[in-house]
T-cell receptor, first 114, second 111 residues
Framework: DTAVSQTPKYLVTQMGNDKSIKCEQN?????MYWYKQDSKKFLKIMFS???????INETVPNRFSPKSPDKAHLNLHINSLELGDSAVYFC?????????????FGPGTRLTVT | DAKTTQPNSMESNEEEPVHLPCNHS???????IHWYRQLPSQGPEYVIH???SNVNNRMASLAIAEDRKSSTLILHRATLRDAAVYYC????????????FGKGTKLSVIP
C-alpha cells in the first residue's frame, strides 16, 4: 500500500486554467504538507495542516489554496495558472509537527503550464 | 535562505563508506538536524535526524559536532541504490516549525 499518494502524477495545462492536485495518506498521521520543487531543484514548503487546521502558510500567491476535508487528505487548488507555477509539487505527512520525526513524501505531481 | 551548506557533489566507490558533510553555523539550540535523500524522479525520503548526540539507524549514522555547527551523514557501505541527492536540513522545534531544505549533495556511486 502506498503511504502517501498524489493524483495526478503529471498535469499539463494552459495558462489561466484552474487545477487541483489531490493527496491522501494512509499512515494515520495528523500533519500534512505541500512542497514545491522548482526547476533548480529547490524544495520549499508552501503549506502545512495539522488536524485540518492550517499551521504553516508560507508566502505563496493567494491563487494557491489548500483544502483539508479530513486529516488523511490535503488537496491543493490553483487558480489562474501561470507559467511560473510549472514545478513538481510534493505532498508529505508526519505524526506531529512540534516535535518532527520523519516526514513521508508522496511521489510528486509534475505540473507543466503552457 | 537555506541555513545549511553542503558540497554540490561527491563520488564514492561501491561498498566503501561515505561521509557527507554539512555546515550549519547559525543553528539555534532548538533546531534539529534532519537528513533526507531524493532519488531521481521520486519524492524525498527520510534518512535520519538528531539534536545533539550521534544517532544510528538501519540506513545511516549521523555524527554531530560538539558545537553543533556541523554534522556528517555516514553511509557505512555505499550501494548503487544510495546514488541520490542528500539534503541536510534544519527543523525549528520552536517558532517556524518547518523543514528548510538547501541545495543538497548529489552522491554518485561508482560500481
Amino acid at each position: 500500500d502506498t503511504a502517501v499518494s498524489q493524483t495526478p502524477k503529471y498535469l499539463v495545462t494552459q495558462m489561466g486554467n484552474d487545477k487541483s492536485i489531490k493527496c491522501e495518506q494512509n499512515l494515520g498521521h495528523d500533519t500534512m504538507y505541500w512542497y514545491k520543487q522548482d526547476s533548480k531543484k529547490f524544495l520549499k514548503i508552501m503549506f502545512s495542516y495539522n488536524n485540518k487546521e492550517l499551521i504553516i502558510n508560507e508566502t505563496v500567491p493567494n491563487r494557491f489554496s489548500p483544502k483539508s476535508p479530513d486529516k488523511a487528505h490535503l488537496n491543493l487548488h490553483i487558480n489562474s495558472l501561470e507559467l511560473g507555477d510549472s514545478a513538481v509539487y510534493f505532498c508529505a505527512s508526519s505524526q506531529g509537527w512540534r516535535t518532527l520525526g520523519e516526514q513521508y513524501f508522496g511521489p510528486g505531481t509534475r505540473l507543466t503550464v503552457t | 535562505d537555506a541555513k545549511t551548506t553542503q558540497p554540490n557533489s561527491m563520488e564514492s566507490n561501491e561498498e566503501e563508506p561515505v561521509h557527507l558533510p554539512c555546515n550549519h553555523s547559525t543553528i539555534s539550540g532548538t533546531d534539529y538536524i534532519h537528513w533526507y535523500r531524493q532519488l531521481p524522479s521520486q519524492g524525498p525520503e527520510y534518512v535520519i535526524h538528531g539534536l545533539t548526540s550521534n544517532v544510528n539507524n538501519r540506513m545511516a549514522s549521523l555524527a554531530i559536532a560538539e558545537d553543533r555547527k556541523s554534522s556528517t551523514l555516514i553511509l557505512h557501505r555505499a550501494t548503487l541504490r544510495d546514488a541520490a541527492v542528500y539534503y541536510c536540513t534544519l527543523y525549528s522545534g520552536a517558532g517556524s516549525y518547518q523543514l528548510t531544505f538547501g541545495k543538497g549533495t548529489k552522491l554518485s556511486v561508482i560500481p
